[in-house]
Each structure stands twice: as structure tokens, then as C-alpha cells.
């Protein structure tokens, strides 16, 4: 099946930081790619959807100034948490559409100190 | 932002008990899907369902499509140590998925 990998797969990091997380389809081109967080036992939760050479869509509540996401090919994305705090602390998962379906990444755990 | 209601919470049961869990919702959908997460990985698709009234096996798992486009079942049977983990609906009419609260599963053996 289809691949999407991330990187880092976790990372610690100071307020006030900026961290880059990228989302890759390894074996495919994504159309389409999407960003979630999900905090401790808690559901995955939509931040924004974006497509290969335009901006992204962010959900409501979500802050397109501190959540910033490139989506530069149809293989890439990546997502930038701008001056990280505490609070952002969270498991960041990607996900890439082909045709068919949506594939997930493996997660990446943000930990901000 | 808007999620599906699923229950149980949480189930813990005996190595080759069969379980059941559900996902409802307030709005329709036309795809429903299901997924399980492990710890600390992304979540991997299960099952998928398309039309009202559709009944789906893969494996050990089944999963029904409401009528109604608002609710969803997921059926595992015979459970095994490695159906441990969390189980997720989700209901999609767009691009976006929308998630259920989750079940998590303890099986012991």
C-alpha cells in the first residue's frame, strides 16, 4: 500500500522556537495533503488541508500565522509551529490523498519545553 | 470542530471474545470509515463503506453502514492480543474526514 512518512518522528524543543515537520507520500503523488493534532487520549482533529502550490485551508479556531504549512510538490509538505509554547505540545499527523484514499503518517510528538 | 460520538469509551476483554462498537452522528455522511491506531503511530485504515445499508468483512472485521447515513458498526470476532489499540470512525463528504472520540480495546489473553 501507499506510504506517507514524517520527520522528525519526535521532537523536543524551548518556547519561544520554531519547529518543521515534514510529511512525505513516498510512493505516490499526493494531490491533496492534510495536517491533524492529537493531544493524550483524545481524537484526531483537523488543522488544515492543503494542495500542491496553493495555501492551505485552515479549520476554524486553528492559527494560520502560527501553524504555517508548505506544500511545495505533489510529494511534500511540511508544517512550522512559529514561537512554539507549551500548549502546542501535541502528536502532529499528516496524511496524503491519492485517488483513492487518505494515508497517514506515523506521527510526529512535539514536546515544547 | 465537530466529531462522531462512539461507545464505547473503552472495552476490556478475554482473548477470543467477539466485540462490538459503534459511531453515531448528527449529520449524514456517505462514506464512513474505520481505523485503528497503535501507540504512537498514525492511524490505518480497516474498513470502508460506501453506500446506506452496506455490510463489509474484511477478515475478522465487519462494519455496517446506517441507513439513515448517521451511524456506523464495527464487529470483530474471535479477538486475538493484536487487536489491541484505539478504534476510530470516521464519516467523510468531502476531501475531510471527520473523527470519531474513539474505543479503546484491552484484550487479555
Known amino acids: 500500500g501507499a506510504v506517507v512518512s514524517q520527520h522528525p518522528s519526535r521532537v523536543i524543543c524551548k518556547s519561544g522556537t520554531s519547529v518543521k515537520i515534514e510529511c512525505r507520500s513516498l510512493d505516490f503523488q499526493a494531490t491533496t495533503m492534510f495536517w491533524y493534532r492529537q493531544f493524550p487520549k483524545q481524537s484526531l482533529m483537523l488543522m488544515a488541508t492543503?494542495?500542491?502550490?496553493?495555501?492551505?485551508?485552515?479549520e476554524q479556531g486553528v492559527e494560520k500565522d502560527k501553524f504555517l504549512i508548505n506544500h511545495a510538490s505533489l510529494t511534500l509538505s511540511t508544517l512550522t509551529v512559529t514561537s512554539a509554547h507549551p500548549e502546542d505540545s501535541s502528536f502532529y499527523i499528516c496524511?496524503?490523498?491519492?485517488?483513492?484514499?487518505?494515508?497517514f503518517g506515523p506521527g510526529t510528538r512535539l514536546t515544547v519545553t | 470542530g465537530q466529531q462522531l460520538n462512539q461507545s464505547p469509551q473503552s472495552m476490556f476483554i478475554q482473548e477470543g471474545e467477539d466485540v462490538s462498537m459503534n459511531c453515531t452522528s448528527s449529520?449524514?455522511?456517505?462514506?464512513w470509515l474505520w481505523y485503528k491506531q497503535d501507540p504512537g503511530e498514525g492511524p490505518v485504515l480497516l474498513i470502508a463503506?460506501?453506500?446506506?445499508?452496506e455490510l463489509t468483512s474484511n477478515g475478522r472485521l465487519t462494519a455496517q453502514f446506517g441507513i439513515t447515513r448517521k451511524d456506523s458498526f464495527l464487529n470483530i470476532s474471535a479477538s486475538i492480543p493484536s487487536d489491541v489499540g484505539i478504534y476510530f470512525c470516521?464519516?467523510?463528504?468531502?476531501?475531510?474526514?471527520?473523527f470519531g472520540t474513539g474505543t479503546r480495546l484491552q484484550v487479555f489473553p
Open positions: 463503506l460506501y453506500k446506506a445499508g
Open positions: 470516521a464519516g467523510q463528504n468531502t476531501d475531510k474526514l471527520i
Open positions: 449529520s449524514i455522511f456517505n462514506t
Open positions: 492543503s494542495n500542491e502550490g496553493s495555501k492551505a485551508t485552515y
Open positions: 496524511s496524503a490523498r491519492d485517488v483513492y484514499e487518505q494515508y
